[in-house]
């Protein structure tokens, strides 16, 4: 999915950064995967979120893992650079607008700060191979419902094992974890679809 925007699904995003903080706030760093980033929106997002609630010395340890399919071959650089039109950062507020891009005219540029916090990587998550293990947070959203049931719960099972013991994991509001799965994650909040490894 190539059309995105900066703090889409806000609500969910800022429950699910407290909940990360609030489980992991002692183990000194804090390691994401957002699967299926697109462009980049939602983990840029979710970098200067977590920046707010932290301050910089803490933010420090956090390591966002941005993947995506990349149909188009251009969300590298994209991410990579962190410029952006101008509408998709127009739900940002002001203040933080100011904070954390430069304003080139048509385009905003991402400082270094949150830029360096992201890597991205190509990755096809039917591969069933994670890029790595021991994360506090997985995000996967709009991207489970473009696979058929089995596809789904074998990449939610590929998810459940990427995950620290206790890990979070987070999809899109009109999805849900299949019941074959219903052992291997708890659901943690009853207004959003964050749920923990059991």
């Known amino acids: 999915m190539g059309l995105t925007y900066f703090y889409r699904d806000l ?7 407290d909940k990360t903080i609030q489980h992991y706030n002692d183990s000194g760093s804090i390691n994401i995967w957002d699967a299926g980033c697109s462009r980049g929106a939602e983990p840029y997002t979710l ?16 390591k ?49 700060e949150i830029k360096e916090s992201i890597t991205f990587k190509r990755h096809n998550l039917l591969t069933l191979k994670p890029i790595k293990t021991g994360f506090n947070l ?5 991207v489970l419902l473009h696979f058929n049931a089995s ?19 987070a999809i899109e509001q009109t999805q849900s974890i299949p019941s074959l799965l219903a052992h291997l994650f708890m659901k943690i909040t009853a207004q959003t679809q964050i749920f923990q490894k059991k």
């Open 11 to 17: 609500s969910t995003l800022k429950l699910v950064v």
């Open 47 to 62: 970098a200067i979120i977590l920046r707010e609630k932290l301050g910089k010395t803490a933010f420090g340890n956090v």
């Open 64 to 112: 966002i893992h941005a993947t995506d399919l990349d149909p188009t071959g251009e969300f590298e650089s994209i991410i990579s650079n962190g410029i952006y039109p101008a509408e998709e950062i127009q739900r940002v507020p002001v203040d933080i607008q100011k904070k954390y891009f430069e304003d080139q005219g048509s385009t905003y540029l991402i400082c270094d």
């Open 138 to 142: 997985v995000l996967c959203k709009n």
């Open 151 to 169: 596809q789904r719960r074998d990449v939610l099972t590929m998810f459940h094992e990427s995950l620290l013991d206790k890990g979070l994991f």
